[in-house]
């Protein structure tokens, strides 16, 4: 007992360590003498429009409003499209609230939710993982910030839903940064599990990097294992097979996800945006147009992503899933609203182009 209750004020006091320096990184990174926390970019911290560009600029005012018409009556999307269309695009609470002047609200850690038939979320209300598990053992999607929340959080919340941490074959990272692939050395070492991540990114974890700070400088570095090198690629394991499209922006190689889940016995498909809606330039909003685009051809009724409350409630909506397991599942939207979603979450990162390039003029 003794020994559980000095793990887990362990577990706490790096908890709110890293949330700590999250934000503070954030903030260190993302000033970009605007005063502002935004999310980090590849074309570094000015890579986001001013208030006033935003504002100003009719060509990203048009797409926001045409965004704004998709969204027409339909109250899921309107709430979608006010997470989604505004100058930063959908960011952490933690950076918004900062940005608000507001306290950060502390971290605190989530109860393994079963949020599909073979999906399971476990975490922070501010950073989180997935397990799948498929016939040939279990896939999670990020691993948490660390090797100690790998034990003392992902494997007991694996244990407390029946599966084994030891069945644990694959992790699939979405990007290189310390608080996505923190725990995957754990796995590796103990199980043998294989880490996945795009080939750019494992390129830059492992480039010495004088800029990083704290736990991301300092983080032991899963081994280079799967490289996820063409967009497209597939990843299956038994029966599940999850498709990954590299859209840079936020890292250079942020995977975006579509993974086939259950939702009450019914087979849909998901998305998981590991760089968000971070698209600094042309480059990276064609990637993420183009993931976006096979989204909508794979029929895609909801999207994830390893910050709750990016894109809504998240952890709300967990907690829904939690108390109602058998209610219709409020991360899951009809086909035409998720294509229409899809429509917003393009014009309105190409709406923050658009304000980019806004000088006065246009
Ligand atoms: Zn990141």
Same mark, same amino acid.
């Given at each position: 007992?003794?020994?559980?209750? @000095? &793990?887990?004020? +362990?577990?706490?006091?790096?908890?709110?360590?890293? =949330?700590?320096? #999250?934000?503070? /990184?954030?903030?260190? *990174?993302?000033?970009?003498?605007?005063?502002?926390?935004?999310?980090?970019?590849?074309?570094?911290?000015?890579?986001?429009?001013?208030?006033?560009?935003?504002?100003?600029?009719?060509?990203?005012?048009?797409?926001?409003?045409?965004?704004?018409?998709?969204?027409?009556?339909? @109250? &899921?999307?309107? +709430?979608?499209?006010?997470?989604?269309?505004?100058? =930063?695009?959908? #960011?952490?609470? /933690?950076?918004?609230? *900062?940005?608000?002047?507001?306290?950060?609200?502390?971290?605190?850690?989530?109860?393994?939710?079963?949020?599909?038939?073979?999906?399971?979320?476990?975490?922070?209300?501010?950073?989180?993982?997935?397990?799948?598990?498929?016939?040939?053992?279990?896939?999670?999607?990020?691993?948490?910030?660390?090797?100690?929340?790998?034990?003392?959080?992902?494997?007991?919340?694996?244990?407390?839903?029946?599966?084994?941490?030891?069945?644990?074959?694959?992790?699939?990272?979405?990007?290189?940064?310390?608080?996505?692939?923190?725990?995957?050395?754990?796995?590796?070492?103990?199980?043998?599990?294989?880490?996945?991540?795009?080939?750019?990114?494992?390129?830059?974890?492992?480039?010495?990097?004088?800029?990083?700070?704290?736990?991301?400088?300092?983080?032991?570095?899963?081994?280079?294992?799967?490289?996820?090198?063409?967009?497209?690629?597939?990843?299956?394991?038994?029966?599940?097979?999850?498709?990954?499209?590299?859209?840079?922006?936020?890292?250079?190689?942020?995977?975006?996800?579509?993974?086939?889940?259950?939702?009450?016995?019914?087979?849909?498909?998901?998305?998981?945006?590991?760089?968000?809606?971070?698209?600094?330039?042309?480059?990276?909003?064609?990637?993420?147009?183009?993931?976006?685009?096979?989204?909508?051809?794979?029929?895609?009724?909801?999207?994830?992503?390893?910050?709750?409350?990016?894109?809504?409630?998240?952890?709300?909506?967990?907690?829904?899933?939690?108390?109602?397991?058998?209610?219709?599942?409020?991360?899951?939207?009809?086909?035409?609203?998720?294509?229409?979603?899809?429509?917003?979450?393009?014009?309105?990162?190409?709406?923050?182009?658009?304000?980019?390039?806004?000088?006065?003029?246009?």
């Amino acid at each position: 007992m003794l020994k559980k209750m @000095a &793990v887990g004020a +362990a577990v706490a006091a790096l908890a709110a360590l890293a =949330l700590q320096v #999250q934000v503070s /990184a954030q903030q260190a *990174q993302g000033q970009g003498g605007r005063g502002r926390a935004v999310g980090a970019t590849t074309a570094g911290n000015d890579a986001y429009p001013t208030d006033d560009q935003w504002k100003n600029s009719k060509a990203a005012q048009a797409l926001v409003a045409k965004a704004k018409s998709a969204a027409g009556s339909d @109250a &899921v999307l309107q +709430a979608r499209f006010d997470k989604t269309c505004t100058v =930063l695009g959908p #960011q952490r609470p /933690a950076v918004l609230r *900062q940005n608000a002047g507001q306290p950060a609200e502390p971290q605190r850690q989530v109860d393994v939710v079963k949020l599909f038939d073979n999906l399971y979320f476990f975490g922070y209300n501010t950073v989180g993982a997935w397990a799948i598990p498929t016939s040939q053992g279990i896939i999670l999607i990020d691993s948490l910030n660390n090797v100690d929340e790998a034990e003392h959080i992902i494997e007991p919340a694996l244990v407390k839903v029946g599966l084994k941490p030891a069945d644990v074959k694959m992790i699939i990272v979405g990007h290189g940064h310390f608080d996505h692939f923190g725990g995957a050395p754990y796995f590796q070492q103990k199980y043998g599990s294989h880490v996945a991540m795009s080939k750019v990114d494992w390129d830059m974890i492992e480039r010495p990097n004088p800029n990083a700070r704290g736990p991301q400088a300092n983080r032991p570095l899963p081994k280079r294992d799967v490289e996820v090198a063409a967009d497209g690629q597939k990843i299956t394991l038994g029966d599940e097979t999850i498709t990954l499209h590299i859209t840079p922006g936020h890292t250079p190689g942020s995977l975006a996800y579509i993974i086939p889940v259950k939702d009450h016995g019914k087979a849909i498909n998901i998305l998981m945006l590991s760089g968000a809606n971070i698209t600094p330039d042309r480059t990276s909003l064609a990637a993420f147009d183009k993931a976006l685009d096979a989204a909508k051809s794979a029929k895609v009724q909801a999207l994830i992503n390893g910050h709750p409350g990016l894109f809504g409630d998240e952890i709300g909506w967990m907690e829904q899933v939690r108390a109602n397991p058998s209610a219709a599942n409020p991360f899951v939207l009809t086909q035409p609203e998720f294509s229409k979603f899809i429509d917003i979450m393009k014009d309105c990162a190409e709406a923050r182009l658009v304000a980019l390039d806004f000088k006065g003029t246009n």
